[in-house]
């Protein structure tokens, strides 16, 4: 019995996607690692600089507290919202009108556009007329998040916890609501206390979502523009100036294009390595497939 002949011609259908993935990211990521190893004086005459930029970027003090900056936001934004997401997944209820009503809830913050996000929060946090900076202050509270640094941090940390919580919460529920009533029965029947339930049931059960919830909330948190940007502008000073902000500071304000290249090159393999080292430590008691 002769063996079927492959048809290759369903790679026509793949075609398009690959040249469209060419021209969105391959095409724009040569680009810029063209503008990373040269240097331009105008009139479209560029000189090759080798690994100037690199090494300027890397020993730069000015992308050294930026990098603190983004890890210190993103380590916060990570401890506040995975257990707070989990938290309220555990509190939403698994069936009839409730959970649909407390599904549609959660999905609210996340269809709000990130630039409406930030406008909405500077306004709420001004110190005179904001709901927030109002109360606070005639609470006795000395709240001026464009004077302060410590209030900058705290309502921009705030901000994001508001508006990114529900995505956790959402993948949380639908790890839970995964898990077999088999689980439960048999918990109850051994006597199994609420933490037992939760550590050997729930916990195992929602490890790939979570998986997948500290990768999205490492990444996003990580490359987070637009809404730093419309709430503080990076200030006051640069207390709030993340790695994004600073990078389309030297790209767009001082148009210093080669140093802008490199160090989007150098942010872009540092967002690859730490979500590498996430996913391989969370993933490490995996059998391999």
Not at 32 to 46: I, P
Not at 99 to 116: D, G, K, R, T
Not at 141 to 169: C, E, G, K
Request: glycine residues 6%; proline residues 6%; aromatic residues 12%.
């Amino acid at each position: 019995m002769s063996a079927k002949p492959l048809n290759q011609r369903a790679w026509w259908l793949v075609l398009p996607v690959l040249l469209l993935v060419a021209f969105n990211a391959v095409i724009p990521l040569m680009t810029v690692v063209n503008y990373s190893v040269q240097e331009t004086f105008g009139d479209n005459k560029f000189f090759f600089e080798g690994v100037k930029w690199y090494s300027e970027v890397v020993n730069s003090p000015r992308f050294h507290e930026a990098l603190k900056r983004q890890l210190l936001f993103t380590a916060i934004i990570l401890a506040l919202e995975v257990p707070l997401g989990v938290a309220i997944a555990l509190a939403m209820p698994r069936r009839g009108a409730w959970a649909s009503v407390c599904l549609v809830l959660m999905s609210m913050p996340l269809l709000i556009p990130w630039n409406v996000v930030g406008a909405m929060w500077n306004i709420f946090a001004l110190p005179d007329i904001g709901l927030l900076g109002w109360t606070l202050n005639k609470l006795g509270f000395d709240y001026n998040y464009t004077r302060q640094p410590l209030a900058a941090w705290a309502t921009l940390i705030a901000m994001d916890v508001w508006h990114w919580t529900s995505l956790v919460a959402l993948l949380a529920y639908a790890g839970l609501s995964a898990i077999p009533d088999a689980y439960y029965q048999a918990a109850k029947i051994d006597g199994a206390s609420g933490w037992a339930v939760f550590r050997h049931v729930q916990l195992p059960k929602m490890k790939h979502v979570l998986t997948i919830a500290v990768l999205l909330r490492f990444m996003d948190s990580f490359m987070i523009y637009t809404e730093p940007v419309v709430l503080t502008g990076g200030g006051p000073g640069n207390a709030t100036t993340l790695l994004s902000i600073d990078l389309v500071k030297i790209a767009l304000g001082q148009f210093d294009l080669g140093p802008a290249a490199a160090m989007s090159l150098i942010y872009f393999l540092i967002i690859l390595l730490l979500s590498w080292v996430f996913y391989r430590v969370m993933t490490l008691d995996q059998d391999p497939a």
